[in-house]
């Protein structure tokens, strides 16, 4: 009854809506009332982990390669066209320089991308085999892990142990609540291919860079680095409009942070050509 009455007392706190305090007390309290509505009936094995699971947001390997990717490609080659530009370069230079940069870019992505979501992948497994084996050989002592993080989370200890118990005899789902409860993992997402965010990630980093490259095909000095530096502003506006359908900050916020960061680091590197072309020059 306490959880159900506390549920609202930190919606108008400020402090406390940034850090997502609100959406967990009324998590909360709507998994204590299924508990509560569940103890005469028994619980299936995976309903508490599906109430009290770890809370995404949308996003996923592919989307989050794509929108990196995307930003990794612009922001690299803004800063690398504007580096060369700086230096005194020719626009052909210049779109020559920016057409390696881009392939070298996208290959690296593509890479270090498989190689992060794999390796995540295979750890998560490997997490997974031990606590298996550690529900099939120890069963008793990952009935009384599972009865502690309940405790852990506010059950009285009677209900935390009959859950837990009743959670552990369902073979079907207990390695399942155990990898959410215990190890904080989503057995679902394993599913996800190391493949499809190598290859999000490389064609997005292509597709951001498209902006800041474009100007230098059709147009040509002064005019060309003008309307490549405007061209890339408002596509990193907008990667910054796709980064709030993950993190649900404000458009406006991250779309100008994006710009202003993106324009800095092309200002650097002119900055630093336009030195480096006088010396040599």
Same mark, same amino acid.
């Not at 306490?2 to 108008?12: K, L, M, V």
């Not at 998560?124 to 031990?130: G, I, K, S, T």
């Given at each position: 009854?306490?959880? #159900?009455?506390?549920?609202?007392?930190?919606?108008?706190?400020?402090?406390?809506?940034?850090?997502?305090?609100?959406?967990?007390?009324?998590?909360?309290?709507?998994?204590?009332?299924?508990?509560?509505?569940? #103890?005469?009936?028994?619980?299936?094995?995976?309903?508490?982990?599906?109430?009290?699971?770890?809370?995404?947001? /949308?996003?996923?390997? *592919?989307?989050? *390669?794509?929108?990196?990717?995307?930003?990794?490609?612009?922001?690299?080659?803004?800063?690398?066209?504007?580096?060369?530009?700086? *230096?005194?370069?020719?626009?052909?230079?210049?779109?020559?320089?920016?057409?390696?940069?881009?392939?070298?870019?996208?290959?690296?992505? !593509?890479?270090?991308?498989?190689?992060?979501?794999?390796?995540?992948?295979?750890?998560?497994?490997?997490?997974?085999?031990?606590?298996?084996?550690?529900?099939?050989?120890?069963?008793?002592?990952?009935?009384?892990?599972? !009865?502690?993080?309940?405790?852990?989370?506010?059950?009285?200890? *009677?209900?935390?142990?009959?859950?837990?118990?009743?959670? /552990?005899?369902?073979?079907?789902?207990?390695?399942?609540?155990?990898?959410?409860?215990?190890?904080?993992?989503?057995?679902?997402?394993?599913?996800?291919?190391?493949?499809?965010?190598?290859?999000?990630?490389?064609?997005?980093? /292509?597709?951001?860079?498209?902006?800041?490259?474009?100007?230098? /095909?059709?147009?040509?000095?002064?005019?060309?680095?003008?309307?490549?530096? =405007?061209?890339?502003?408002?596509?990193?506006?907008?990667?910054?409009?796709?980064?709030? =359908?993950?993190?649900?900050?404000?458009?406006?916020?991250?779309?100008?942070?994006?710009?202003?960061?993106?324009? !800095?680091?092309?200002?650097?590197?002119?900055?630093?050509?336009?030195?480096?072309?006088?010396?040599?020059?």
């Amino acid at each position: 009854m306490h959880e #159900q009455s506390a549920r609202n007392e930190y919606d108008d706190q400020p402090e406390a809506r940034e850090a997502r305090l609100s959406n967990a007390e009324h998590s909360h309290a709507r998994l204590l009332s299924t508990i509560a509505s569940a #103890q005469q009936s028994g619980m299936e094995g995976g309903i508490l982990a599906r109430i009290e699971g770890r809370h995404r947001s /949308i996003g996923g390997n *592919a989307l989050r *390669a794509a929108v990196l990717g995307a930003n990794d490609g612009l922001c690299s080659t803004l800063s690398l066209i504007m580096g060369v530009a700086g *230096a005194g370069q020719s626009s052909h230079n210049v779109l020559i320089a920016g057409l390696a940069g881009v392939l070298a870019g996208a290959c690296a992505m !593509a890479m270090g991308e498989w190689l992060s979501v794999q390796s995540s992948r295979e750890l998560a497994q490997r997490q997974l085999a031990v606590e298996e084996a550690e529900l099939r050989e120890a069963p008793e002592e990952e009935r009384g892990e599972l !009865a502690l993080i309940y405790q852990a989370k506010g059950l009285p200890k *009677a209900e935390a142990e009959s859950l837990a118990a009743r959670l /552990i005899a369902d073979q079907s789902t207990a390695l399942d609540t155990l990898a959410r409860e215990e190890l904080g993992l989503d057995p679902t997402e394993l599913t996800g291919s190391a493949w499809e965010a190598a290859i999000a990630s490389f064609c997005l980093f /292509i597709v951001g860079a498209i902006a800041p490259i474009c100007p230098f /095909i059709f147009l040509q000095g002064e005019t060309a680095v003008i309307t490549s530096v =405007l061209a890339s502003a408002v596509a990193l506006y907008l990667i910054g409009f796709a980064i709030t =359908l993950m993190t649900g900050r404000s458009v406006l916020f991250t779309g100008t942070r994006q710009v202003l960061i993106g324009l !800095a680091a092309a200002a650097i590197t002119f900055g630093i050509g336009h030195l480096i072309g006088i010396s040599i020059g």
